[in-house]
């Protein structure tokens, strides 16, 4: 089992930037595939992107697809998500995830989470 804690979350204005970051200890983070989804209250948990184990490939949803990017240092055993031009539709908390399987954007497929950070966009 992998635990994840992410941070980097906040308030912030309509067209500015943050970065999240997720650190991971326990097994083995190069093998694992690393994802980020988001979620508001009474609503279904919502991909945003996936990175596979050697940062070659990468998935985004359309959504954030031109503004954010995802990314990973394995040495450090962290994924980011840089979040630019970010707006208040992308207010939400924001959870990553790991997966021991393949790239995807379904929520099941990660068997582990963090606790999510908060970010509010205001405009």
């Known amino acids: 089992q992998v635990q994840l804690v992410e941070s980097g979350g906040g308030l912030v204005q309509a067209g500015d930037s943050l970065r999240l970051s997720c650190a991971a200890s326990?097994?083995?983070?190069?093998?694992?595939?690393m994802g980020w989804f988001r979620q508001l209250p009474g609503k279904e948990r919502e991909f945003v992107a996936a990175?596979?184990?050697?940062?070659?490939?990468?998935l985004y949803a359309d959504s954030v697809k031109g503004r954010f990017t995802i990314s990973r240092e394995n040495a450090k055993k962290t994924v980011y998500l840089q979040m630019n031009s970010l707006k208040p539709d992308d207010t939400a908390v924001y959870y990553c995830?790991?997966?021991?399987?393949?790239?995807?954007?379904?929520?099941?497929?990660?068997?582990?989470w963090g606790q999510g950070t908060q970010v509010t966009v205001s405009s």
């Open positions: 326990g097994r083995e983070f190069r093998s694992l595939v």
């Open positions: 990175i596979n184990w050697t940062g070659g490939r990468t």
């Open positions: 995830a790991a997966s021991s399987t393949f790239i995807s954007r379904s929520p099941s497929d990660f068997g582990s």
